[in-house]
């Protein structure tokens, strides 16, 4: 049966289905329906302009050296990598897929949703959400870079890493909110780079290849700051003091510059809160060593 040009639109649903573990492949119907998809990105563009569907769900690995733009790429039922090769990719929606390569100095306009970025992903740009990062990442120049809910993801557990780009003449704005993990800065280093980032949990370590510009830091304990900066603006106002910060802060307030002594009380020893006027101690030698605190 020879279905109808409209039958056969409909049988895509929206979605042009790319799996490179496929055998066969072309950019005629029904390839790149759910039951016949395509095996490479050449024949998904040739359908994409033919059928004018901005849609496509990936299983496998594409090798990206075309030029693309408008378009939604989402995971399918199974692992779906995306390898960048700096063409330039604008207006793009990109979820569940792993990322690596270069993503283009001139590419714009561009969303990431619970996708994973690998060790060694360059010119990162637009915005980010849910997402993980494996490794060093670097910012694009004259860019403004938004990273939501996203967290560090290793083997090693070792940090992942925000690189501003080593020129010294770039610019570019950097908001992360909600960060999770342990997370490195650095080549913040010319007056027209800045980052602003909050913490959910975590640690940062601000390396001394940040030579200028501006970073604020909100969400952690001062203990689980690291500032090795050389020239740069860090702002840590933004964060909460440490517990161990928070209760000696409390137990010098509760003291209130005295130490309480009474000869009836069984309160022996220099730790809080004997001393206090809820815990006097009992003899001057513990009394002078609260003192001496």
């Known amino acids: 049966v020879i ?11 929206g979605i042009i289905y790319i799996n490179t573990n496929a055998t ?14 395509v095996n490479n990105a050449i024949d998904a563009q040739i359908l994409r302009m033919k059928l004018a569907i901005n849609r496509f769900r990936l ?8 030029d693309l733009n408008d378009f939604y790429i989402e995971k399918g039922s199974g692992a779906a990598s995306v390898h960048l090769n700096g063409s330039i990719v604008t ?10 390569g270069d993503i283009g100095e001139q590419s714009s306009g561009l969303e990431f949703e619970n996708c994973t970025f690998t060790d060694g992903v360059i010119n990162l740009e637009g915005k980010v959400k849910n997402s993980a ?9 004259n860019s403004f870079v938004t990273i939501i809910d996203s967290y560090t993801l290793t083997n090693d557990m070792t940090p ?3 690189c501003g780009c080593p020129n010294e ?12 993990g342990a997370l490195r800065i650095k080549e913040i280093n010319s007056p027209t780079k800045t980052v602003d980032i909050g913490f959910e949990s975590g640690s940062l370590h601000i390396l001394n290849s940040n030579t200028d510009g501006k970073i604020n830091v909100s969400g952690l304990p001062y203990t689980a700051v690291l500032d090795e900066s050389n020239g740069t603006n860090v702002d840590l106002t933004g964060l909460p003091a440490a517990h161990e910060t928070l209760d000696s802060t409390l137990q010098t307030i509760e003291y209130g510059d005295r130490i309480f002594i009474s000869s009836s009380s069984n309160n022996t ?10 815990a006097p101690v009992n003899n001057f030698h513990d009394a002078l060593q609260i003192a001496l605190k």
């Open 3 to 13: 279905k109808s040009e409209m039958e056969q639109k409909l049988e895509y649903g």
């Open 24 to 37: 066969e492949s072309g950019n005629d119907y029904p390839f790149g329906t759910s039951a016949f998809p």
């Open 59 to 66: 299983i496998g690995h594409i090798d990206l050296h075309e």
């Open 91 to 100: 207006d793009a929606e990109v979820h569940g897929i792993i990322i690596s």
């Open 133 to 141: 990062f494996m490794g060093e990442f670097m910012i694009k120049n």
């Open 160 to 162: 992942a890493t925000l």
């Open 169 to 180: 003449e770039a610019s570019m704005s950097i908001n992360v909110m909600g960060y999770m």
């Open 269 to 278: 020893g220099s730790e809080y809160p004997v001393g206090t006027h809820a």
